[in-house]
Each structure stands twice: as C-alpha cells, then as structure tokens.
C-alpha cells in the first residue's frame, strides 16, 4: 500500500460519471467482488453503475398522503450507510492538511453507529490504525461490523443518547500522542460532504421526477433526523436552491432536546444524541417533530417481517416492488425519517405536486437482533398486527409534537450549543456567536471546491 492513498473529490463523489474511466469501471466491479479493496472509496456516491441517484417513492397506500415522499437509500454505499461520505471526507481532509499520515496516526471514530462503521471500513482503506467509541447498547451487528473491517472498537456505557461518555472516552485516548479523534459532530467536513453531495443529488432526484411525470421537480421540505446533524446540511443547499424548501429535524419522543431541553434514553439508532452539535445550523431549521422510537421500530417490524409485508401487498394496496425494498432499504432511522415526513405533509398539507424528500441512512442488516427482541416484547407479526400498525402509525401520524422554528426558538436551539462546546469541549464564545450569521455557513460551504483543489494537486489527476 503506497504511504498515502486518496479518493474521489467532493465533485466525484455527486458526479461519478467524471472519475476516469478505468477507476470508475473497476470501484463498480469491485463494489461486490472485494469490498475491502481501497477503490471502493470511488463508490462513495448516491448515484447507481448508470448516474442516476437512487431513492425510492413511497406509495399512498403506505403513507396515506398526498404528497410524494421520495427517500434516497443509503443501502448501496460501500458500508451500507450513507455515513461512509462524512467519514471518508473527514479523513480525506485531515490527510491533506498534513493532520494525520497513516503508519503513524491512530483514528479514533466517536460514534453511535454508522459513522463508527464507516470509520472502522475507510480507515483501514486509507492505511491507519482505527477504533471506534460508540455506546454499549447499540445493535450487536455494530459491533461485528466495526471489527468485520479491521478495526477495534470501545463500548461505552449506556444507549444512542450518551454521547458525554463518547467526548469522555475520546478525551482520555487523545492523551495519547499518535492518536487522533476525528469527531463527526464538530468535523465541518461532514457538513461539507452532505451540502455538497446529498443536497444537490436530492435536487437532481426531484428532477428526475418531474422528467418522469411526479411531482413539480422542487423540494418542498428536507426531512432529516439529527445524530451528528450532518445530514441535514442538504437543507443548506436545497433552501438556496429552491427558496420555499422547508428544513424539517427529527428528535425521537423519549430524547427532545431541542423541543424542550429534554433528555432520555431512547433505541432510534443514529439519532437523537442529547446535544445540539456544532456543524448543526439550527438557525436555518424551520421545524423541529419528534417521533417515537417504539413507533419507528415497529415499523421496521412491519417491513422486515414476511406477514408484515403480505398484509402491505395483499390488503393494504402496496406494490410488491415497494414491499420488497421496504424489507431491506431500511433501519429504525430511516423509518423514523419517514414518519417525519409524513407528518410535514400533513402539518404543510402538501398535494400531490409537492416533493417531501428524506433519507434512509442504513438498511435492515443492522437490526435483525433489535427485531427480534421487538417479537419477544410485542408479539410476532401477524394480520391484525400489520394492520393496526398501518392504520395508527403510519395513516394515523398525528400532528403532534411540532415545533415551529419562529425567532425565539432558533434562538434557543442555538443557545444549547453553549452547553456542549463552550463548557466542556472547549470552543470560545467568539467562536460560538461566528456561527450566528450565515455567512459563517456560506465560507464553510465554499471550502468544497478547496478541498476538491487539494486532492486533485495530492493525487494527480
């Protein structure tokens, strides 16, 4: 392995078609054929072999609304999730500011999952040593992923909300000299990644839409649950694009942080982590829903499980296509996702020409532990349970639990910020109130094309 491998440019990564030919060509092959081989960083994209983005549209017969949901998938990226793009990004970036150089630097991951994963997979990629610190109670697939691709991991105590004990653990490793903590909540790579690369692959999936005959090729809202709160910077992007977008965040029920200062433990894996992170621009979220983690894990259930799924197709009116992707596209965030997206289309009362667009960050291969401790708690699926849960979770979302972002609570959402990253992680006030004008964002988003600049100069071509 030569001392330093790289990847593709943030421009690559939105427009594959512009890798060179022969590396393209050989990421697709070995996408199947050898995914720990390192050219499968220039699979890290939205789009399939062809160049188009891949998402899904949910029926009304599931959704039970008008508008169109459109969900891009996560479930073909090299680790599974979409989180691999964040975490490759952040390396990337690292590396060519000369922060970290593999054979010397330790990576660690701090990490409730996915990020943790794909750390686990591009670290060893790139020539480092890597570890993970994600909590104890997270799925047991996690934790046979991480350590699948080469890396160790570390548990810490507690669930997806005990993110303290995450910073805590990193705090103590970093006082290591060769290692370095590559944390996803404060990276602005991570932000960079999901403005660049998700927000404008959503713009092109409404696109694709109007060319096909759905919808009126704009985004109405961007639906994203917050765990780093990288993914929601496709707002960013999508609100310059198309000014009537509205940026929609997700916390789950048991954990309202930013609802009401709340706290709690709660098992939407990836979510809700009890702090509002330094790369969110909560300033720019027009609403805030919560959702309920049993909710969303019930809903899998329904995907995941084959009567679940013969009630959808034989009763409920869901094409046998739709059933089959249901059961594999998705984890418990990407249900909670759709949850969220149901309920702006109700509370924005969003027609039929209106693009409601979420994402599905992982797929069912992380949860089938969590499945099956849903059955000895709930009961296996059946008939009567597959159409209670239709009916009452998904036709049956309620407008509930929705907060508007008017001036006073951005103010406040911003304001726990000062908790995290002033009192225990070291930013300044200054530091903090920068964040408070867009044109702090606006240098942030800008740094894409640097970035991509110092790639192509580093690996030469």
């Not at 952040?90 to 054979?103: D, F, K, R, S, Y």
């Not at 969220?340 to 409601?356: C, L, S, T």
Request: neutral net charge; charged residues 25%; contains cysteine.
């Amino acid at each position: 392995m030569p001392k330093h491998v790289y990847g593709p440019t943030f421009e690559e990564m939105l427009h594959p078609d512009r890798i060179p030919g022969d590396i393209r060509q050989k990421a697709l092959k070995a996408l199947k054929d050898a995914p720990l081989n390192p050219i499968n960083l220039f699979n890290i994209t939205w789009k399939d072999a062809a160049n188009r983005v891949r998402y899904i549209v949910l029926e009304k017969a599931l959704t039970g609304v008008d508008a169109n949901i459109v969900v891009l998938y996560g479930k073909e990226f090299p680790t599974g999730s979409h989180k691999v793009g964040p975490t490759y990004s952040v390396a990337m970036e690292n590396q060519l500011h000369g922060e970290i150089e593999p054979g010397v630097h330790t990576l660690v991951w701090p990490s409730t999952g996915n990020y943790g994963i794909g750390g686990a997979w591009v670290g060893p990629r790139l020539g480092y040593k890597s570890v993970v610190v994600l909590p104890e109670q997270m799925s047991q697939e996690r934790f046979d992923r991480i350590k699948s691709y080469g890396a160790t991991y570390i548990a810490t105590p507690g669930c997806e909300s005990n993110v303290k004990e995450i910073y805590d653990a990193c705090k103590e490793l970093s006082k290591q000299g060769e290692v370095r903590v590559l944390n996803q909540f404060e990276a602005m790579a991570n932000y960079r990644f999901h403005y660049h690369v998700t927000g404008n692959s959503v713009a092109e999936a409404v696109g694709d839409l109007k060319d096909r005959g759905v919808g009126n090729g704009r985004a109405a809202a961007f639906i994203s649950a917050m765990g780093s709160a990288g993914t929601i910077a496709a707002g960013d992007l999508l609100k310059q694009r198309f000014a009537e977008c509205r940026v929609v965040g997700l916390e789950p029920i048991q954990c309202p942080t930013l609802y009401m200062n709340g706290y709690g433990g709660h098992d939407i894996q990836g979510i809700g982590d009890k702090h509002v992170t330094w790369i969110h621009n909560v300033l720019n979220m027009d609403t805030l829903i919560c959702v309920d983690d049993i909710e969303s894990k019930k809903g899998l259930q329904l995907f995941s499980d084959p009567a679940g799924r013969e009630y959808l197709v034989k009763e409920a009116g869901v094409s046998q296509e739709l059933a089959d992707k249901l059961a594999t596209h998705f984890g418990i965030s990407g249900v909670a996702n759709i949850l969220g997206a149901i309920k702006a289309a109700k509370f924005y009362e969003f027609g039929p020409n209106d693009n409601v667009v979420t994402i599905a960050t992982d797929n069912f291969d992380r949860y089938p532990s969590v499945m099956a401790e849903m059955a000895k708690t709930y009961g296996s699926m059946n008939r009567e349970r597959a159409a209670a849960y239709v009916e009452s979770i998904f036709h049956g979302a309620k407008l509930d639990w929705i907060q508007e972002g008017d001036r006073l609570n951005r103010q406040r959402w911003f304001n726990l910020k000062y908790y995290t990253w002033v009192e225990q992680q070291g930013k300044t006030v200054a530091e903090l109130n920068a964040q408070r004008s867009q044109d702090w964002w606006q240098g942030h988003q800008e740094k894409v094309a640097e970035f991509d600049r110092l790639l192509r100069e580093a690996r030469g071509f």
